[in-house]
């Protein structure tokens, strides 16, 4: 199995730009998150789906936008990127219950 | 609002070692927390899981304790080796009505391990 899987890895991007950054899962979970990693902040969710159509707000959402039509997809999209949103972005998936957590390699981005 | 909390920031340790990181919660509401190793530049890699229900769990040199009473838990490993430096985080998921939550972090415990 690939377990979690977000493309790309590293990303430069320009003041005022827009991107999405992927995120699949092959395990059929229902849960899947999207986390920020800072520097003295910790891991903070952004975004987060219960399952296909189902969306909500995290600890950290503003200047993202997500959506899920798929189990297997989750994309978090930037609409206008800004220095601030320079950080490691994680995804995570976990089947409902007992299972814990599983996350990818993260992506790298830098906003200029 | 849950806080989690991970003693000490840093560690330094010879080879050998056996050694304990601390992890500290607020709420003993949890549905599960998990253990997870963090390689500089890398993701994150999944140690141990333990269930609300459970006390402790054992994965080769690593165990895991959880006191949800106290609103603790500890990762313990034994015969540190050079290979087990990273960051440890420690994860909370809430148990929101029988439902599991999203997990909150700690900050984490950066382990050195000097051969």
């Known amino acids: 199995n690939a377990g979690v899987t977000q493309t790309p890895k590293f990303q430069v991007l320009k003041t005022g730009q827009s991107m999405t950054l992927q995120c699949a899962q092959d395990m059929n979970h229902e849960y899947m998150s999207w986390y920020r990693q800072d520097p003295g902040m910790g891991l903070r969710l952004i975004h987060y789906s219960v399952g296909a159509g189902i969306t909500d707000q995290g600890e950290v959402p503003n200047g993202y936008n997500v959506s899920r039509s798929t189990t297997e997809d989750f994309p978090l999209r930037l609409l206008s990127a800004a220095p601030s949103q320079t950080s490691v972005y994680f995804c995570?998936?976990?089947?409902?219950?007992?299972?814990?957590?599983?996350f990818g390699s993260g992506t790298r981005l830098t906003v200029v | 609002k849950q806080e989690v909390t991970q003693i000490p920031a840093a560690l330094s340790v010879p080879e050998g070692e056996n050694l304990v990181l601390n992890c500290s919660f607020t709420d003993s509401a949890i549905y599960n927390l998990q253990w997870f190793r963090q390689d500089p530049g890398k993701g994150l890699t999944s140690l141990l899981l333990i269930q609300s229900s459970q006390r402790e769990q054992t994965s080769g040199r690593l165990n895991a304790s959880l006191d949800k009473s106290s609103g603790r838990s500890t990762l313990y490993i034994a015969a540190s080796q050079p290979g087990d430096s990273a960051t440890y985080l420690c994860a909370i998921s809430m148990n929101y009505g029988g439902s599991q939550g999203n997990l909150i972090f700690g900050k984490g415990t950066k382990l050195s391990v000097k051969p």
């Open positions: 995570a998936s976990s089947e409902q219950g007992y299972y814990g957590y599983t």
